[in-house]
């Protein structure tokens, strides 16, 4: 079981700006700050998503975050496009990883694949 994961990012104040809007949707918040160089996200009080500056970032990482239902999964689309980041997967059903899932995909600033999924059945 993973505790906790972290990316590099290239700009820590546009990538935080984005961050904040695009998990508020699933619940998620930014709980702690590494001066100018770090943010941890997660539920209060555990952070388990960490953004770092990095002179030169990594991409390439997907990282998919839960969602508790279908509306949450279209929320954080719709807020991380308007905060900066690219569709790479409109909100809906992938049955093809199996028939409950929904999900949505946007690229961060720095080119993660950043995900909302929910397992659940549609109601």
């Known amino acids: 079981m993973l505790d906790h994961v972290t990316i590099g990012v290239s700009d820590i104040e546009q990538s935080k700006?984005?961050?904040?809007?695009?998990?508020?949707?699933?619940?998620?918040?930014?709980?702690?700050?590494?001066?100018?160089?770090?943010?941890?996200?997660?539920?209060?009080?555990?952070?388990?998503?960490?953004?770092?500056?990095?002179?030169?970032?990594?991409?390439?990482?997907?990282?998919?975050?839960?969602?508790?239902?279908?509306?949450?999964v279209d929320r954080f689309h719709d807020e991380a496009v308007a905060a900066g980041g690219i569709d790479n997967g409109p909100p809906g059903p992938r049955p093809n990883y199996h028939p409950n899932y929904y999900g949505a995909f946007v690229l961060d600033p720095d080119g993660h694949n950043i995900e909302a999924v929910c397992h659940s059945r549609q109601s």
Do not use: N
């Open 17 to 72: 700006k984005f961050y904040d809007r695009a998990l508020r949707p699933l619940g998620i918040t930014r709980l702690y700050g590494e001066g100018e160089r770090f943010a941890g996200y997660g539920i209060s009080p555990k952070a388990f998503f960490w953004i770092g500056w990095r002179e030169i970032p990594q991409t390439g990482a997907h990282i998919a975050f839960t969602a508790q239902d279908r509306a949450a």
